[in-house]
């Protein structure tokens, strides 16, 4: 059974007879006997009686509410498709490291939203490997997330980094630690830490940073908002390494310090190297050709880093 088929079946319906079906379908009469010969075929069974007027059988009249409603829904369709090629979806959602909602969406979701004021925007904080989940299992459109070439690296994926910033120490502001311009490593792994929940890609980046080292990261607790570490870190000698844009609100509170910290590879500081993580923006091939999507990804490409640029100033 072919859409075509149950198109001429109604049009015969519908017009009366088979001649004025075909010239309903800009067809000649023969095709559309030769489409209704093959449903009937396919069916087993005589849809209309062979008279002048082409009135349905039994299984005609069983067939048309079906054949209406099949038609019916591939025009549909077919106008959604359309309609999201045009830029008419009825939402556009987002999933997002932390870092990057708290300081770096509010103007440019404003400039969103007064391109496309019909576009519901939907913006979720997840840690990075959320984010590329959800975005696989088809429930965001795009996500913003610290790069990982083992979670981004797939055909239909389309990658581009957005920015690369330095890891720096947050602290109480009156840490022993503070006492340091930049903290030595071998300082810096004496204290108990508050590090992000699994599934954040800043937890496996330092984890992977003491494995390297094989220096034993003691972690006292873990969390996944900005506001719970500048909260406990103020409280006393726990310690959190954090990106430089997680900082800066940290960077204007008295209560709080940011230093940051040199990893001695070797005992020599020809080899010392400081820890830094790529943020990148991700989405897949045909999600990048509908209008409104293409246009949030050139804004944030356009807009964060001229807003990281000001902020580092």
């Known amino acids: 059974m072919r859409l075509e088929q149950l198109q001429a079946f109604l ?14 379908c800009s067809v000649t009469q023969s095709t559309i006997s030769r489409q209704i010969q093959s449903l009937e075929a396919d069916l087993g069974f005589e849809l209309f009686h062979r008279t002048s007027q082409s009135k349905l059988t039994l299984a005609g009249e069983t067939l048309l509410p079906r054949a209406r409603k099949i038609c019916l829904e591939w025009q549909t369709v077919k106008q ?17 490291i932390p870092s990057v909602c708290a300081y770096y969406f509010p103007p440019l979701l404003q400039s969103f939203c007064n391109q496309y004021p019909d576009v ?46 330095s890891i720096e120490v947050l602290i109480s502001a009156n840490h022993p630690l503070t006492e340091y311009e930049c903290i030595p490593w071998s300082e810096l792994i004496r204290y108990r830490q508050v590090i992000f ?4 890609g800043m937890q496996r980046l330092v984890q992977n940073q003491f494995d390297q080292t094989h220096t034993l990261l003691k972690s006292a607790l873990e969390v996944n908002t900005l506001d719970a570490f500048r909260g406990i870190v103020r409280q006393g000698e726990l310690i959190a ?50 209008p409104p999507i293409q246009y949030f990804w050139h804004l944030v490409k356009e807009q964060i880093p001229k807003q990281i640029n000001i902020n580092q100033l």
């Open 80 to 96: 959604e498709i359309s309609d999201l090629i045009a830029g008419k979806q009825p939402e556009l959602c987002i999933a997002s």
């Open 120 to 165: 519901q925007l939907r913006v979720t904080s997840l840690g990075s490997d959320r984010a590329l989940k959800v975005l696989k299992d088809g429930l965001v459109d795009l996500a913003i997330v610290m790069n990982n070439r083992f979670l981004t690296t797939s055909k239909e994926m389309v990658v581009e980094t957005l920015y690369e910033e």
């Open 197 to 200: 929940k699994e599934g954040y």
């Open 241 to 290: 390494l954090l990106p430089s844009s997680a900082l800066i609100e940290a960077r204007t509170d008295p209560s709080l310090a940011i230093r940051p910290f040199v990893i001695n590879n070797n005992g020599s500081s020809v080899h010392s190297t400081s820890l830094t993580r790529q943020v990148v923006i991700v989405t897949t091939q045909d999600r990048l050709q509908i």
């Open 11 to 24: 049009a015969i319906v519908e017009s009366g007879s088979f001649q004025k079906a075909a010239q309903k």
